[in-house]
């Protein structure tokens, strides 16, 4: 019985790690670029009371153990890459992948740093920056007297300059993939980081070596979907009552052993 109380408090506490994760993705089901993510679970090592035996000469053996689980663990927490939904917003420097693939963006620490989120802006000197004034890598500079700014799919910046009346080319947005983008760290800010885990980034041109295409006017919303994960909550919430009544069933049964005379 106090194996019980132990297994069950394991998969409250299971259930409730999965429920902090359900909460991140609802709370973020708005987030442009948000990637939804899921708990993964091991069960503990088994207590073997009696172990398996082979046949002997007389016949007689234990051709499967005696074992008892002793509850489960939270292994991981992993994230679903799949496309959000495209948002259009018709401002050109709204930008969405169509696909794999991640912006570069450079910190004020000097740090590279990597988003799904392509709403960008102008800073004061016309560099393309993030929301929270991070430059995106390789740096592009819109000029003052720029109009008709155009980003084509695979990302090459263009504008009409007052002196000129054909288009022309201001920089190159590049896209960088992962072997593992599973393995990269979250930092907040829509903002991951490659890890030892994820492998190094490769850095291409939008389109190349299985990136996605670049999408201007648009963003990428969350693929979160709502609907999945109230019914994952609802699920887990059963879960966690019914590892709480194995608690109450043991605890009735220790009440009644020690009530023993």
């Not at 929301?131 to 980003?151: F, K, R, S």
């Amino acid at each position: 019985m106090l194996r019980s109380l132990y297994t069950a408090a394991t998969g409250m506490d299971a259930q409730q790690t999965k429920l902090d994760v359900i909460a991140n993705n609802l709370a973020n089901a708005s987030t442009t670029g948000f990637k939804k993510t899921r708990a993964d679970f091991q069960d503990l090592l088994s207590e073997t009371i009696r172990a398996a035996t082979p046949p002997n000469a007389q016949g007689g053996s234990q051709p499967t153990a005696l074992q008892v689980g002793l509850g489960v663990r939270t292994a991981s927490t992993s994230r679903a890459f799949a496309q959000g939904d495209m948002i259009s917003t018709k401002n050109p420097l709204d930008l969405a992948i169509e696909g794999g693939g991640f912006f570069r963006i450079q910190r004020a620490n000097g740090d590279i740093a990597y988003t799904r989120d392509g709403s960008f802006r102008l800073d004061a000197t016309g560099r393309v920056v993030t929301q929270l004034g991070e430059v995106l890598e390789p740096g592009i500079t819109i000029p003052t007297d720029a109009t008709n700014v155009t980003v084509t799919s695979d990302g090459i910046v263009q504008a009409r300059l007052s002196n000129r009346t054909d288009m022309t080319n201001i920089g190159t947005i590049q896209i960088a993939t992962f072997a593992n983008p599973g393995g990269m760290e979250a930092i907040g800010n829509n903002l991951l980081l490659a890890t030892p885990s994820s492998g190094d980034p490769i850095v291409v041109k939008a389109g190349d070596q299985g990136t996605g295409s670049i999408s201007q006017g648009n963003l990428e919303g969350s693929n979160v979907s709502a609907v999945e994960e109230m019914i994952n909550m609802i699920t887990t919430q059963r879960n966690y009552e019914l590892n709480s009544k194995i608690v109450e069933s043991a605890d009735e049964m220790l009440q009644k052993l020690t009530a023993l005379r």
